[in-house]
């Protein structure tokens, strides 16, 4: 889920911007937000498990006792470190024998040799025939083949022999120990089922996350970006990291399509082990010194006509057809004496027929009791249930008015969206701005009003 971050206090909704005066007196049912400039994070957020890269299952190319163990779980081990040792009584009468047979065959060769040189000697003097000649010449060949053949049995014995003795591939931690001195193992050459695992070990000093993302957030997400990760083992912690890989087939998980996103991390403090339940957030872009207000204050523009319901304005008299006007494109970044000419400000002048939306005025009798209710005084809450319902009545469409896609991420975490400058953000892709709209209260302290924004980086749909 793409989250939007910037630390602070938690706020409710509906909630009004307040702009242009440092102490405003808030009504009883609604609350306000001072604009503040800060820093803004897009993330994408995970979770995951922490696993090893590198794991490695150790087994033995004998088969037999396991007469010695020299290591145990937990226990950190150099390549080439012993592990293990099998009972080498048949593996060792084996090499004894190839040992004798290439022997006896490198006898026979000698004896072959010199029947062939004599051979010739007799055959330049007459007494043989050539066909007696060729007969001892193939009796040395097929020697020299035994001999061979002995080598290459001698050479496998003597790696069989070899085996026995079972060494650590690379340099890690013990994570598993599978079998214990006495036990019968099986050869993983030997046997179909790959053979006895003796143990498991990995390099603990660099460690990765597996974790799944919702595919909505998968066209921001690329290989390098930062990432930083939490567990609940040292939840003061941020371990940083980078996305290693997008793995290319998804998985459906309760009608959820996900993808695999592995991000890489450094375990130089050896805190990180493997199994831990990890919380990852993906860096997806990045801006610093915006105008920062929450997702719960902004509204877009088809909803300024149930927002102003729900914030218990008179909707006759709120004009919108200006509310952008002098904006532009909203490229570059407002500086503090900007930020009122960039907000819009009201339109110039109040005409007899303000906009009220598209899909049916006030909607009879059902709009009548919908804004008596709010004139009642109801709760928050209760505004959010029905902000949907006053919003079909303007406009005919089922949805949110004022929420956006907003909420509380976190302890003092709040969603938020910015006034930024667009371009590349740290994610390095290019984000384009949007146009919205937030409720001030003006300099008076009374008066609410709504007005234009252009904003960049942010999560608001």
């Not at 896609?405 to 975490?413: C, D, E, K, V």
């Amino acid at each position: 889920m793409m989250k939007m971050r910037c630390w602070g206090a938690a706020l409710l909704v509906p909630i009004v911007v307040a702009c242009g005066t440092d102490e405003v007196e808030e009504e009883e049912s609604l609350q306000t937000w001072t604009v503040i400039s800060g820093d803004m994070r897009l993330t994408a957020e995970a979770t995951g498990n922490v696993e090893p890269i590198r794991a490695v299952e150790v087994t033995s190319k004998a088969s037999g006792e396991v007469t010695r163990l020299y290591v145990d779980v937990g226990n950190e081990v150099e390549p080439g470190a012993l592990l293990a040792e099998v009972d080498p009584r048949d593996v060792r009468n084996a090499f004894d024998q190839s040992q004798a047979d290439l022997q006896v065959a490198q006898a026979r060769a000698e004896i072959s040799q010199a029947q062939l040189t004599r051979s010739e000697e007799l055959l330049e003097s007459g007494v043989i025939s050539d066909q007696e000649h060729e007969s001892r010449a193939l009796d040395f060949a097929n020697s020299r083949a035994s001999v061979v053949r002995a080598e290459t049995n001698f050479e496998l014995a003597q790696l069989r022999l070899d085996d026995v003795i079972i060494r650590a591939p690379l340099a890690g931690t013990i994570l598993e120990k599978n079998v214990e001195e006495g036990q019968v193992i099986q050869s993983a050459s030997q046997n179909v089922s790959g053979g006895t695992t003796l143990v498991i070990m990995a390099d603990l000093k660099f460690m990765q996350v597996r974790t799944l993302v919702d595919e909505t957030d998968m066209g921001d997400i690329r290989a390098g970006m930062p990432a930083t990760v939490t567990v609940e083992a040292y939840p003061q912690e941020r371990f940083m990291g980078i996305v290693e890989k997008i793995e290319p087939q998804a998985l459906v998980q309760q009608n959820v399509t996900m993808f695999p996103v592995i991000v890489q991390l450094d375990n130089d403090s050896g805190l990180l082990r493997p199994g831990m339940n990890a919380e990852v957030e993906i860096e997806l872009a990045q801006e610093s010194g915006v105008l920062l207000v929450p997702n719960n204050a902004v509204v877009t523009p088809e909803d300024v006509q149930p927002a102003s319901v729900v914030l218990g304005l008179d909707t006759a008299t709120i004009d919108t057809s200006n509310l952008f006007a002098g904006l532009g494109d909203g490229r570059g970044r407002p500086t503090a004496d900007q930020t009122s000419a960039r907000e819009g400000g009201r339109s110039g002048g109040r005409q007899g027929g303000a906009t009220r939306g598209t899909g049916g005025g006030r909607g009879g009798a059902a709009f009548d009791s919908m804004r008596a209710l709010m004139a009642s005084g109801i709760s928050q809450d209760s505004a959010l249930v029905l902000l949907p319902e006053i919003a079909n009545l303007f406009s005919g469409r089922r949805g949110g008015g004022g929420g956006g896609r907003g909420g509380f991420s976190g302890q003092g975490a709040v969603e938020q969206v910015g006034q930024a400058e667009p371009g590349e953000g740290t994610s390095g892709q290019q984000r384009e701005t949007s146009r919205a709209v937030v409720f001030v209260v003006a300099a008076d302290g009374t008066t609410i009003e709504p007005r234009g924004v252009i904003i960049g980086l942010n999560d608001f749909p």
